[in-house]
């Protein structure tokens, strides 16, 4: 599923972002941010260097509340930046 949504680049963005603040899952926000790491693993959009969607990642895995998927989330963010 994550590589179908990805394959859609981005016009997809508006969409996942939007996904991403409506949703209070800690789950599927973690989900959601994995649709985000592979756009940017398959080149299909450059999510680090898209300083608004990257502060808006940022922001909403500060927001989570279970500290397990939090972590996990926090890590694709790291990850993201770093590339």
Known sequence: MVSAVA???AQIIPHLSSALVQNEESIEK????????????????????DASLMRLLEDEVKG????????????????LRAR
Do not use: P, R
Request: charged residues 25%; aromatic residues 10%; glycine residues 8%.
């Open 30 to 49: 973690w989900a959601l941010l994995m649709v985000f790491a592979d756009l940017q693993a398959t080149g299909l959009y450059e999510v680090n260097k």
């Open 7 to 9: 394959s859609n680049g």
């Open 64 to 79: 989570m509340n279970d500290l397990g998927w939090k972590k996990n989330a926090a890590d694709i963010v790291d990850e």
